[in-house]
Structure formats: C-alpha cells, structure tokens
C-alpha cells in the first residue's frame, strides 16, 4: 500500500480533492454539521496520504533526482495549502454563520480571502522556497498602487465591515438611508439594497450607508410610528381644528393604546395651517391603510366641526344635517326633495363622554346618525362584550329597530362628547317615494355588520382552562 501510494500520491490526492467536491455538492446546503464533518474527514485523508507518501507541506519535495515525483510533491504540496485554507475557512464561516447570521457573510468573504493569501504566501515559501521577503516588498509596493486606484471600493468594503458589526440594520427591515426609503432585501460587500415602495432596487454604497442618517421603521418591531399632515383653512380656530383631529385619533382603533397619540401645528401660512397627526400601530404592513382611515376621519371630523371646503352655493346653504344626509351612502337613493324632507325632521341630541346610546338588546325606536363625537360598538361573544369597532361622523346605528323592531345586537358607547340626529321610525313612511331603496340600502348595512359580528366570534381564541390530576382523572372514566 505504502509503495502504490508513494508512486501514485498525485492520483490518489486528485481522487480524494473530487470526491470532496462530489460530496459538497451532494449533500446539500442545509445539512451543515454533515457537510463540515465531511470536508474535515477528507482534509485529514489527504494530510495522510501525502504523510504516507513522505512528502510534507512545510518542506520542498525530496526528489529534486526525479522531475516526476518532484512535480507530484510539489503539487500536492501547494495543493496541501489550499485545502487546509478552505478548510480554515468553512469552519470559521460555519461559526459566524451560527452566531451572527446572514449579516456575517461580508466579514467572512474578507477572512476567507485572508486566509487564501496568506496559504498562498505560505506555500510559495515553504514548498517552492521563493524569496518571500522581495516578493512581499513588490506585493506591498503593488497593494499601495492598487489601493490607491481602489479607494472608493475599499471605503465600501471597510464601511461594510463596520455595518455588519454595529447592525443598524439587517435583511426585511425597512430602513430610510438619507432620505432613499425601502426594504433591505441583500447586503453585499459593497451596497445595500432596497426594495422601494414603487418596486424598484435601490443601491446604496456602504460608504454612503455608514456615513448617513439611517432611520430603522423595523425596530422595535412591534412599534411602528405613522404620520398624517392635514391642511385647515387659516380662518379656522387652531383649537377647533385641533379638538377635531384629536377625536380622529380617538376613533381610529388600531393605534396602540399604550404609546400616546398626539397632535400639532406643523407650519403655519397665510392661507392655509398645516397640522400633524402621529401614532403608533402593531405591524407596519397596515400603515398606508390606517393613514388612509385618518385621512378620511380628519375630514369628517373637521367638517363635523364647521370646516368647510371649497363647495358650491347650495352647498352653503344646507345646515348640517342637510350636510350629513348627503354624506351618509345609504341615503343615495333619495331624490334632493326628499332629503330636504328628512333634514326638516332630524332631532339633535347632544352626549357625554361614556355615555350608552344604545345598549345591548335594546329595540331602538329612530335611526341615529353621529354628526360629532366618537362611539365605539361592542358586541357580545357569549361571555362579555368586545370592541369590534369605532364610529364617527356620517355612520348610522339602529337600523334593526327601523327593519324589524330587532334587538340591537351591540353596544353603542360614546368615547367623547358629541352630537347625533335622530329621524322617527315614523318618519320612514309612504311619503318617501325611494323608501323601498333605503330600506334596501339599511338591510344591506345590517347584513354587512352582522359578518363582521360573526367574523370576530368565530376568530375568539379558544381558552385552555387547567384541570388539576384529580379532575382529569375523573373525565376519563
């Protein structure tokens, strides 16, 4: 065996070099402790081969005679090197992967290609005895020249570096690097990308990266702020406008309880004064649907308060339930005479804060329309009452009263002070010529709430009550 090895030791290590390969490859990327064991197992079968062989990485070939084995020796020899530095390198790289993850990679590219130069530097002084001190003076002089030329990349790769250690940020987090917004979808050794809201990539230099403002939307990643900017004609009273806005907050449900809305004056110009809206929200995924509901909130708030827009002379003149009537969707079947008829017959009536309206199971005897104020709607899952909702100006409530002389099946609530009109079941009489329409359109209204009834009771997470030795026991006979 030690003769065919000693006269076959460049087969027998091209043999194992293949199958070292074969076997990466069939593995697979996934099964990582295997493909280490593996790769360790085969470097140490080469090591022994060349032992076996009496040749020795850390000396030239000991046939300088005989040119064929002289050039096996020396082959295997550098060879010996460079697997020994891919080793090295997996093995380093299987650690950072395990302790830092993907954002590791970069550092571990720069330690590979380390480790590959100095195996390089190694083997050309060990086994083909170069003169390695001229040829790291020419190495250096040449690294000076190449460095210069490469300035800007190597700021990238160091930038990179100091990224990957302070990790500002990683992949899928939407970050803003110096106004530039979008989701880290890769990070190399020389940019970050992200995926901007408009579907494009984006690259950003990580010179770039580690010298700008860099705003991370991902962290905390159960926090994610939201901003909605409104602009109120000037002649409009800061404390009104501001009275309005703060019940939109009040009304938008999906913004955290436990971190405070809040609003302010953002500018101020001659015509117009822009005012901020900020909260916070659970997932970040829902963010331009939750500023779209406050966006709309805002405005029905503020025309709730007296803040009218740009509307023509009729408009003007109508009052506010006039206004509401034109708002609200089921009253769209109407002609403009019969909702001069309705306004005409609206009662206001003026609520407190925390105030029931309509309570569970009550028969309502008018359908309510909310003018100003917030009310929240609880339903009834079989054991208390949950919140399912919020309501503002321009919604309705006691539409199964109107139907059916129906229960209520949730609870009104008022959250803030405000003001609603009430319209008389008597009211809805023959004299409406559309009242076959509305009553369609307060039906439809009814349907689409009681899904939304039945959707949240059947999504109701299922308590897991404890039960000590003694009762299991007793269920089980």
Not at 115 to 131: H, R, S, T
Not at 338 to 348: I, P, Y
Not at 355 to 367: H, K, R, S, T, Y
Request: with cysteine; hydrophobic share 45%.
């Amino acid at each position: 065996m030690f003769t065919q090895l000693q006269a076959h030791p460049l087969i027998c290590g091209v043999i194992l070099i293949l199958f070292d390969l074969a076997l990466w490859q069939f593995i697979g990327a996934t099964r990582h402790n295997l493909r280490l064991c593996v790769r360790i197992g085969i470097f140490v079968a080469f090591s022994a081969v060349m032992t076996a062989a009496g040749i020795s990485p850390l000396q030239p070939p000991l046939w300088p005679d005989d040119a064929v084995l002289n050039l096996m020796g020396t082959v295997l020899g550098i060879g010996w090197w460079l697997f020994a530095a891919r080793t090295l390198t997996i093995i380093l790289g299987y650690g950072l992967m395990s302790r830092a993850g993907h954002s590791a990679r970069l550092l571990h590219d720069l330690m590979g290609a380390l480790i590959f130069l100095i195996a390089i530097v190694a083997a050309a002084a060990y086994v083909l005895q170069l003169p390695v001190k001229g040829l790291l003076a020419t190495s250096g002089a040449m690294a000076i020249i190449v460095g210069l030329a490469l300035q800007s990349t190597l700021s990238d790769v160091f930038s990179g570096i100091v990224l990957n250690t302070t990790k500002p940020y990683q992949l899928n987090d939407r970050i803003s690097i110096d106004g530039t917004q979008g989701k880290v979808v890769e990070i190399d050794w020389r940019s970050t990308h992200l995926m901007t809201d408009m579907g494009g990539i984006a690259v950003v230099p990580n010179s770039v990266a580690a010298k700008a403002r860099i705003v991370n939307f991902s962290r905390p990643g159960d926090v994610n702020g939201i901003s909605v900017t409104i602009a109120v004609p000037s002649g409009v009273r800061p404390r009104r406008a501001i009275d309005a806005l703060e019940k939109t907050l009040h009304g938008t449900r999906a913004l955290l309880q436990t971190r405070p809305a809040k609003v302010s004056v953002k500018s101020s110009h001659l015509d117009y004064t822009e005012y901020e809206m900020k909260g916070f929200i659970a997932s970040a995924k829902s963010k331009n649907e939750v500023c779209n509901l406050m966006f709309d909130l805002a405005h029905r708030h503020l025309e709730a308060g007296g803040v009218v827009w740009g509307c023509g002379q009729e408009e003007q003149r109508w009052n506010r339930q006039r206004r509401l009537l034109e708002e609200v969707r089921i009253f769209r079947s109407l002609s403009s005479e019969e909702r001069d008829q309705l306004a005409a017959d609206m009662t206001a009536v003026d609520y407190q804060a925390d105030e029931v309206i309509l309570a569970f199971g009550e028969v309502a005897d008018c359908l309510m329309i909310i003018s100003t104020g917030v009310v929240s709607v609880a339903i009834h899952d079989d054991e208390k009452l949950v919140e399912a909702g919020r309501m503002g100006p321009g919604e309705v409530m006691g539409e199964e009263g109107i139907l059916a002389d129906k229960p209520s099946r949730g609870e009104f609530r008022s959250i803030t002070s405000g003001r609603l009109f009430r319209i008389e079941k008597a009211v809805f009489g023959d004299q409406l010529e559309h009242l076959g329409e509305l009553k369609n359109a307060l039906s439809h209204l009814q349907d689409q709430r009681q899904e939304i009834r039945e959707t949240l009771v059947m999504h109701k997470p299922v308590e897991i009550k404890k039960i000590g030795l003694l009762q299991w026991l007793m269920q089980r006979r």
